[in-house]
Structure formats: structure tokens, C-alpha cells
Nanobody
Framework: VQLQASGGGSVQAGGSLRLSCTASSGFFSNWVIGWFRQAPGLEREFVAGIIWRRGRTNYADSVQDRFTISRDGAKETVYLQMNSLKPEDTALYYC??????????????????WGQGTLVTVSS
């Protein structure tokens, strides 16, 4: 399976972007789909995750109440709606899949397939 992340861009602080993630095979019902980000010089960190079948979500504290992860079964797409963006949200954003659909892991090692990343730049 190959993942494709898209929707990145450059916005001013306070603006919004919506990222999309699709899978070449579609998403299997027991998968967890996660969004991670990596800023220059920093570790890749968990942003948000969703269990495809159940729709349950989890967020990093830093994005809670600003970002929303969702899925569209008809379009086989996972979205990350990012509002009230801050300069510290600037990073390369990746989507990834974890075949264990019981919990939404926040550790990147739990995810075995990764997309290529889409760049989000937030200016002050």
C-alpha cells in the first residue's frame, strides 16, 4: 500500500489548511491512520489519529481544539483540518497507518506505512 498526503501550503498565523491522506488500496477497517509532523532539527511527533472503522480520535495536547481529524468512507480519505495555525505548527506533515486498530498509538514506531509528507508553513 502507498499513502499520499496532500494539502500543505503557506499561510499566515491564524489561518487554516486541510490536509488529505489517501491509500492506494483504500483503508482497511482495522487500521489506525495517524498524522505526524516533523520540524527541522526535531523529532517526528504525533499530531492526531483516527480508527478507520470506529471513527474514534486522539490528539496531541498541542493541537487539541484547533485540529480535527476525520474520515470520509466514500472517498477513502482521511482529513486533518487545521485551524488557528501558529508558526510553531510549521513542519512536514506525514500520514501513516498502524494495522492494530484497537488503540491509537502516539509512538511513530507503531506505524508501518508512511506517506511522503506535505509541507505546512505558518508565518507570523
Amino acid at each position: 500500500v502507498q499513502l499520499q498526503a496532500s494539502g500543505g501550503g503557506s499561510v499566515q498565523a491564524g489561518g487554516s489548511l486541510r490536509l488529505s491522506c489517501t491509500a492506494s488500496s483504500g483503508f482497511f477497517s482495522n487500521w489506525v491512520i495517524g498524522w505526524f509532523r516533523q520540524a527541522p532539527g526535531l523529532e517526528r511527533e504525533f499530531v492526531a489519529g483516527i480508527i478507520w472503522r470506529r471513527g474514534r480520535t486522539n490528539y496531541a495536547d498541542s493541537v487539541q481544539d484547533r485540529f480535527t481529524i476525520s474520515r470520509d468512507g466514500a472517498k477513502e480519505t482521511v482529513y486533518l483540518q487545521m485551524n488557528s495555525l501558529k508558526p510553531e505548527d510549521t513542519a512536514l506533515y506525514y500520514c501513516a497507518t498502524d494495522p492494530d486498530g484497537h488503540v491509537i498509538a502516539t509512538q511513530k514506531d507503531a506505524y508501518d506505512v508512511w506517506g511522503q509528507g506535505t509541507l505546512v508553513t505558518v508565518s507570523s
